[in-house]
Antibody
Framework: EVQIVQSGGGLVQPGGSLRLSCAAS????????MNWVRQAPGKGLEWVAN????????YYVASVKGRFTISRDAAKNSLFLQMNNLRGEDTAMYYC????????????????WGQGTLVTVSS | DIVMTQSPLSLPVTPGEPASISCRSS???????????LDWYVQKPGQSPQLLIY???NRASGVPDRFSGSGSGTDFTLEISRVEAEDVGIYYC?????????FGQGTRLEIK
């Protein structure tokens, strides 16, 4: 059974750092594009970053480039989002999601998500 | 960045009646492989998003057949043939042909 369990998050002061984790089971991170998507309170969905199956391709939304880093631990089958120099506008629920590109007969799209973890940036 | 524009942003619907949501992209989402890189998701209250439609018109496994997607290029539509109470939520279109991936603003469907 595919499961994605998120941890990390919490309250942090502006300028501070936080690391989000996403533990996957039932599949290997090295076979899928893994993504972070966030949702500010009362707002819509915003894609933040993703990492390709080989771990070498990484992309970020412009507003987090240079501050956030996506990474993974293959041995633990876990995905991470290191967030530095946090700002008030980073306050959001952060979701980890597995994206199928639609090859090998699989349906394309975000089929599996974590439960979300709340990040609050405030003094 | 590709801008996704949804309308309406609020959609009150009587149970049993149809509903339609429009999504327009600032650039064509038609890939060279002939598929449109356009998904539809619904986020029900307190939940993570759920996939409804991929490639613009393919219903995801387990999605009721009252949901359908259509369109190509820059204009797409999600239709619900007969709305049920459980369909309450916020509906998003999302493009994945370009980086960054971008979502529409969301359409809040509510029951009258």
């Amino acid at each position: 059974e595919v499961q994605i369990v998120q941890s990390g998050g919490g309250l942090v002061q502006p300028g501070g750092s936080l690391r989000l984790s996403c533990a996957a089971s039932g599949f290997s991170l090295s076979n899928y594009w893994m993504n972070w998507v966030r949702q500010a309170p009362g707002k819509g969905l915003e894609w933040v970053a993703n990492m390709g199956p080989d771990g070498n391709e990484k992309y970020y939304v412009a507003s987090v480039k240079g501050r956030f880093t996506i990474s993974r631990d293959a041995a633990k089958n876990s995905l991470f989002l290191q967030m530095n120099n946090l700002r008030g506008e980073d306050t959001a629920m952060y979701y980890c999601g597995r994206y199928n590109v639609g090859s090998s007969g699989e349906e394309r799209g975000f089929h599996y998500w974590g439960q979300g973890t709340l990040v609050t940036v405030s003094s | 960045d590709i801008v996704m524009t949804q309308s309406p942003l609020s959609l009150p619907v009587t149970p049993g009646e149809p509903a339609s949501i429009s999504c327009r992209s600032s650039q064509s989402l038609l890939h060279s492989n002939g598929f449109n890189d356009l998904d539809w998701y619904v986020q029900k209250p307190g939940q993570s998003p759920q996939l409804l439609i991929y490639f613009g018109s393919n219903r995801a496994s387990g999605v009721p057949d009252r949901f359908s997607g259509s369109g190509s290029g820059t204009d797409f539509t999600l239709e619900i043939s007969r709305v049920e109470a459980e369909d309450v939520g916020i509906y998003y279109c999302m493009q994945s042909i370009g980086v960054p991936v971008t979502f529409g603003q969301g359409t809040r469907l509510e029951i009258k």
